[in-house]
């Protein structure tokens, strides 16, 4: 199945329902994903949409709608990871609200980020000095070499936060018969890593929950030199329910439209499970006739 991901138009529209149409009537989407910039005015279009059957909904991104204390898009103005209860609480809470809306849509997924260990920052540094030519210095090792140490060594109390937020959602995810997707993150300092991963869903040990690919943001990974693209989907392909599709320009210019960056997905995509949904997730600043050759070209290279 193939989806779009309303991330690239909410912004810019006050009515739900006309954010829809620009999807399906310029694009010729009518599977779609609300994406976490959907703010609760765009509800009663959205809705209204639904109910005339005119779309049909592949999945939400927490948090999906917006808190109401959110002004622009922000899935991690929560975190399940947060050292505060309050904030863990509130994450949950809003979680379960975005869990009930997609039942509500007949959304089969809902997409989750998980948090961050708080460790100085590494990944913005290290594209920097990719930019650079400096990718292969001594700084960019030290840097690099220090953050993983650092990470290893904080991570395990922040996993546990988020193992005991995951619990009551994915209870109420099976009670509304609705799968989540732990997407994977583009900065080395979010959880969960790929390293932390398998591990993570083999201890949840829930048919509810798997991995949410991310073409941009694991390209930027191996752009960076944490792992090998091509070899961690082989090794996590079993457990991926969704993939964010997009392409990347190098080192880090991610949320491309398919084949207008330097990601190799004719070898990529087929080591993705067939039923795995494809979402094309896409810039703001990408315009609908990028868009439509990029769409022009999958179907000639994969359908």
């Known amino acids: 199945m193939i989806s779009f991901s309303t991330c690239w138009n909410s912004s810019r529209h006050t009515a739900g329902d006309a954010m829809l149409r620009e999807i399906k009537n310029k694009l010729g989407f009518d599977l779609i994903e609300l994406g976490h910039g959907t703010r609760i005015s765009l509800m009663p279009g959205i809705q209204k949409m639904f109910d005339a059957g005119l779309v049909r909904f592949s999945s939400l991104h927490n948090f999906c709608p917006l808190p109401v204390e959110v002004m622009s898009a922000s899935p991690d103005c929560y975190t399940f990871s947060a050292r505060a209860a309050q904030e863990r609480d509130r994450a949950v ?7 009930d809306f997609a039942e509500r849509l007949e ?37 690099k070499v220090s953050a993983v140490a650092k990470r290893e060594a904080n991570a395990p109390i922040y996993l546990e936060r988020v193992k005991e937020c995951l619990k009551p959602i994915i209870e109420h995810a099976a009670a509304k018969n609705v799968r989540l997707g732990i997407e994977g993150r583009r900065g080395y300092e979010e959880i969960p890593s790929e390293r932390e991963l398998p591990v993570l869903l083999n201890e949840l040990a829930s048919p509810q929950v798997g991995y ?50 330097d990601i190799d997905l004719e070898r990529l995509v087929p080591l993705l499970p067939p039923a795995c949904l494809l979402v094309w997730e896409m810039s703001p600043r990408k315009t609908a006739d990028e868009i439509r050759r990029s769409v022009t070209l999958w179907k000639e290279r994969f359908m």
């Open 93 to 99: 809470k809003q979680t379960l609200q975005t869990i």
């Open 107 to 143: 959304a089969p997924f809902v997409v989750l980020h998980c948090g961050r260990v708080p460790i100085s920052p590494v990944t913005e540094p290290l594209i920097a000095l990719a930019k650079a030519g400096r990718m292969y210095s001594r700084e960019y090792v030290k840097r």
């Open 212 to 261: 949410w690919h991310d073409m941009g943001h694991i390209q930027i990974k191996e752009n960076l030199g944490f792992l090998d693209h091509a070899a961690w989907l082989e090794t996590i392909g079993p457990q991926t329910l969704g993939c964010h599709l997009q392409d990347c320009i190098w080192p880090a210019q991610d949320h491309q439209p398919p084949f207008a960056g």
